[in-house]
């Protein structure tokens, strides 16, 4: 098992940037997959991005395609979520997951996929 820590969710004006962090805790991060979800207010949680164990592969959700990138660097254990242009819509808790250990470059995302969850961080988006 990992354990989670995100942070960097802020309250920002559209068309603004901020970078969301999830640190790792408990176990090598390497062999793990990471993630990106959100949940916005009475709606589901949804995928977000993920990226590899090795860092070479990564996939999004159409909707952040161009906007936000993922990147992890694992020296210092820790995920990233690049979040730029923000709209509106992009207002929600945004959580870090974690897969592993890992050998293939899967980039898993369906949520039963992941069995590590940070607590979440709050991002606002005001138009």
């Known amino acids: 098992q990992v354990q989670l820590v995100e942070s960097g969710g802020a309250l920002v004006q559209a068309g603004g940037s901020l970078r969301l962090s999830c640190a790792a805790s408990?176990?090598?991060?390497?062999?793990?997959?990471m993630a990106w979800f959100r949940q916005a207010p009475g709606k589901e949680r949804e995928f977000v991005a993920a990226i590899s164990w090795s860092g070479r592969k990564t996939y999004y959700t159409d909707s952040v395609k161009g906007r936000f990138t993922i990147s992890r660097d694992s020296a210092k254990n820790t995920a990233y979520l690049q979040m730029n242009s923000l709209k509106p819509e992009d207002t929600a808790v945004y959580y870090c997951?974690?897969?592993?250990?890992?050998?293939?470059?899967?980039?898993?995302?369906?949520?039963?996929?992941?069995?590590?969850w940070g607590q979440g961080t709050q991002v606002n988006v005001s138009s």
């Open positions: 997951a974690a897969r592993g250990p890992v050998t293939a470059e899967d980039v898993p995302y369906k949520i039963y996929e992941y069995g590590n």
């Open positions: 408990g176990r090598t991060f390497y062999y793990y997959a």
